[in-house]
């Protein structure tokens, strides 16, 4: 790209790249504190897991012990830029099937603790539920997950430097 | 249009489909690796669970307790009643406090013995892990021979939710005295020394 058509181009056009690397470095930032939170503890984690008496007891542990390591090795695939489409669209499964447990804890009436950035289970007397809160939270990475699987090509990232600067004009 | 540059036009579209078809290509495997990596976390992090799952048998098992329980009462009795307590939780001293005398009677005339399951289940009501500590302490006091007294006196002292829970120095205090004669051979074994080894707190029991 020369200086002519960078000059040609309107600047959120030229903004978008930098938007997008913005987005997937956030998200991926959330992934691996949200990962690395719940890993020291995987058995917290699991019981976190079992407090929303969703799945049958046989899957707890998968998803408990697999959802940390899961959720860092996202983050990093954002990080470092790779795959960047499919890791945003995981991203979003993943923040929607949590948006809907979260939900029906609280539909179930459960008092619960989401387990999102470690902790999890229930509550104790006295203790506040925040599944407001959590939800609000989550709906706001589903929107940057949304907006990163629509523009996911940025700067910084291996896809880039896998596909070449040919394809930079129609990424 | 001349016929060189439709021939052109034509080469250029053929040439953008193929470079889409490659890019689509490239996306495909860049994503087929990324889930296999998403999958290989998910097993790692299993694994590892489970590797982990295992470490509470390799601590050492006290005398007069079972890898989760200590017994109390005569080993043959008929019936085992299983209780499953944190020595933090108030309904568990609601029910010793309510139904020890009936309890006592039951383990001292050999009907019933009791297998007791120490558990740390409310530790986030303390900020020291009281659950924690005082169910390890009590696997010294079934090494001393004391647990009965010692599950006993720590509902009698129960700390409230919420606070800093006994110190360790008050856990691992020995007994004055002892009383209750229903106990197994495990009392005549303990020592004095047995009785003051200080309660280490040992990973959270699973």
């Known amino acids: 790209m020369n200086t002519s058509t960078l000059l040609r181009e309107p600047p959120l056009r030229r903004a978008l790249p930098w938007l997008s690397t913005l987005v997937r470095l956030a998200l991926g930032t959330v992934w691996i504190v949200a990962g690395a939170s719940k890993v020291a503890d995987l058995a917290e984690s699991v019981r976190a897991v079992r407090a929303y008496r969703v799945l049958p007891e046989w899957a707890v542990p998968t998803v408990g012990a697999g959802l940390p390591f899961l959720e860092i090795a996202l983050g990093l695939l954002l990080v470092v830029g790779f795959s960047v489409r499919f890791g945003a669209i995981v991203s979003g499964l993943l923040l929607a099937v949590f948006v809907a447990g979260i939900v029906s804890a609280s539909a179930r009436g459960l008092s619960i603790d989401c387990g999102c950035f470690g902790g999890g289970g229930e509550l104790g007397a006295g203790e506040e539920t925040a599944y407001g809160t959590e939800v609000a939270r989550d709906l706001g990475l589903l929107a940057l997950a949304g907006a990163l699987a629509w523009w996911p090509a940025g700067r910084f990232s291996v896809d880039r430097w896998i596909s070449g600067p040919q394809d930079e004009g129609d990424a | ?206």
């Open chain 2, 1 to 206: 249009m001349s016929k060189q540059n439709r021939a052109r036009a034509v080469s250029a579209e053929k040439l953008a489909r193929r470079r889409a078809a490659e890019r689509r290509k490239k996306a495909m495997i860049g994503g087929a690796v990324a889930a296999a990596v998403l999958v290989a976390a998910v097993i790692i992090g299993l694994a590892v669970y489970n590797t982990r799952d295992k470490a509470p048998d390799q601590f050492a098992i006290p005398r007069g307790a079972t890898a989760n329980t200590v017994v109390v009462g005569k080993p043959d009795a008929k019936v085992t009643i299983d209780l499953y307590v944190d020595y933090q939780c108030p309904a568990c001293r609601q029910f010793e406090t309510q139904d020890s005398a009936a309890l006592d009677k039951m383990v001292a005339d050999g009907t019933a013995k009791i297998a007791y399951h120490p558990l740390a289940i409310l530790n986030r009501f303390s900020s020291t892990e009281y659950s924690t500590r005082a169910s390890a302490a009590s696997g010294c006091a079934a090494e001393a021979g004391v647990f009965d007294k010692f599950t006993k006196a720590l509902f009698a002292n129960q700390p409230p939710e919420g606070g800093a829970g006994l110190p360790n120095e008050k856990l691992a205090r020995r007994p004055a005295r002892r009383r209750r004669s229903s106990r197994s051979a495990s009392t005549t074994r303990s020592t004095p020394t047995g009785a003051q080894r200080s309660p280490r707190p040992r990973p959270r029991p699973v």
